[in-house]
């Protein structure tokens, strides 16, 4: 077995165990909920649980490329993709499950406390921009679009400020959660200083002129 | 001469997984987060089976808390009000004092010891007194009350209650001329209350929790000191062997596993209200048209039967619909201002 051969099969064995370790938790929930088996408030439960797992997935995608420099093992990076795509499906049903079966569709309602509540609004916002990424995921898009496919995804750092701001914003009293999620956003953040300074002085010097 | 061999199977003291740890296992399992599909489907799966395939700990069965049957004369006027299951009532409980998770409650609460139980009543009043345990069943004849009970986090429930007017046992205890507001405590026991003890599962409030009510609040004939629920005693996820039920007021007023009341010339600092000024008002009552600052109070998720797709949104009524019955106690008052 050449070494080329063992780094597509590592890829292969990751990728394996990402898509169990994501659908398998997901599909388990749904089958709990649908069946009533779910806790006494499934709405709840689902809500929670996607939304918490959207974020543990941004988190585990940023996780990646410091991982790779460390560990010297750039084939990580082949993952980075379907991490992503993962954390923005536990968003989209995050969001679904909020209109579906929390509001159940009263869509004035959702408009209304999407524009009223901040922390509400800041998680749209996060999740508009993640299906921004999403959608141009793609690699014939990612041609296409050229220079511009890299700025558009160093929003991702933007988006996981939000989603960290988002989940404090939402909890009743309990913060030592979510200011642990705050820590590691900022540990992970810290590792791409130099390039988050050059990406905010290049905004800044824009501004100026 | 006794030779004692080890059996194998035998377990040293060494080997018992400490209590605490073991009560708090499925925060632990869930405290893991995303480590991949075992971490998380065990957690899932603890949440609501016995056992998972991924549970580390053995399949020891949790004891049951014991809760005895109770004689009361039913309500007959709210009979047709849809019920939420009991199984419901007492899985799903906002008791931070056993953690700050809905289903914490029923999974921490079950080795809460009620009895002895001391009550006492006092403060501004002429004769104070103390309960024990048989005389929160006793004292007084027992009634149900079905009544709605809403969350300021805006999902509600119907609730059978078994209790007695709280204004019966103030009348007994004859409140003073000073006597404005009643204030009320919970126990304080971190030893059997785990929230109490870490912040974390407890959910970050200052303990033990107060609430309190205006002395026409406190005496308004729906007001409830309840002992039971579904004809049984209260289980101690729903707040055993004592607890207040306000049902025109959001459910964090109806304060549980109550050890003091006091009549008390001055307005009481609540808990919530003391965490979170702008959100939790001293007076809480229930009303679609002033929002929590972070969510709309319009309508409510009523819990009933029913999963994922039970289409249960109702419209909030103002007072939670008891309007007949206290609104006058609030008249000329700017309910946007006493929240």
Known sequence: MNAKLKTSTKVLLLKVIIHLSALLPLLNLYYLAFTDQLSADPVQRVIHFTGIGAFNLLLITLLVTPLAKILKQGYLLQVRRLLGLYAFSYALFHVLNFISFDLQFAWSLFFNEVVKRPYISIGMAAFVLLTLLAITSHNALRRKMGASWQKLHNFNYLIVILVAVHFYWSVKSELISPMLYILLTIILLAFRHRKIKSLLLLLFCKGKK | ?339
Not at chain 2, 22 to 49: C, D, E, P, T
Not at chain 2, 174 to 184: L, T
Not at chain 2, 262 to 288: C, H, I, M, R
Request: charge should be positive; include cysteine.
């Open chain 2, 1 to 339: 001469m006794l030779i004692k061999f080890k059996n194998k199977d035998q377990l040293k003291a060494s080997d018992v997984t400490d209590e605490s740890v073991y009560l708090q296992r499925r925060q632990l399992v869930k405290n893991m987060g995303f480590l991949g599909a075992g971490a998380i489907l065990s957690s899932a799966i603890a949440k609501n089976a016995q056992a998972g395939f991924f549970d580390s700990a053995p399949a020891k069965k949790d004891t049951v808390f014991k809760t005895t049957e109770l004689k009361f004369t039913t309500d007959t006027k709210n009979q047709s009000l849809i019920k939420t299951p009991e199984n419901k009532i007492i899985t799903h409980n906002n008791f931070y004092e056993f953690g700050a998770q809905k289903n914490q409650p029923a999974e921490l609460a079950q080795n809460f010891n009620v009895d002895p139980w001391q009550l006492t009543i006092s403060g501004e009043c002429e004769k104070p007194i103390m309960l024990d345990y048989d005389d929160l069943t006793k004292m007084f004849a027992l009634e149900e009350r079905i009544y709605r009970l809403r969350c300021v986090e805006t999902w509600s429930m119907v609730v059978p209650w078994i209790g007695f007017s709280l204004a019966e046992l103030l009348k007994k205890v004859v409140p003073n001329s000073s006597a404005k507001y009643v204030q009320f405590e919970t126990l304080y026991d971190p030893k059997q209350m785990p929230g109490q003890a870490d912040r974390r599962l407890g959910g970050g409030i200052s303990y033990p929790y107060v609430e309190g009510l205006r002395l026409d609040e406190a005496m308004n004939p729906l007001t409830l000191m309840s002992v039971g629920l579904y004809g049984k005693t209260l289980p101690p996820q729903n707040g055993a062997p004592i607890r207040l039920v306000v049902p025109w007021k959001y459910g964090f007023k109806s304060i549980k596993s109550i050890v003091s009341i006091k009549l008390v010339s001055k307005q009481p600092k609540t808990t919530w209200q003391q965490l979170a000024p702008n959100e939790y008002g001293f007076y809480a009552n229930v009303n679609p048209n002033h929002d929590h600052p972070r969510w709309s109070q319009a309508s409510e998720r009523r819990i009933t039967s029913g999963g994922l797709f039970a289409r249960n949104r109702i419209e909030t009524l103002p007072f939670n619909g008891y309007g007949e019955q206290v609104a006058h106690l609030y008249k000329g008052m700017d309910l946007s201002k006493y929240y």
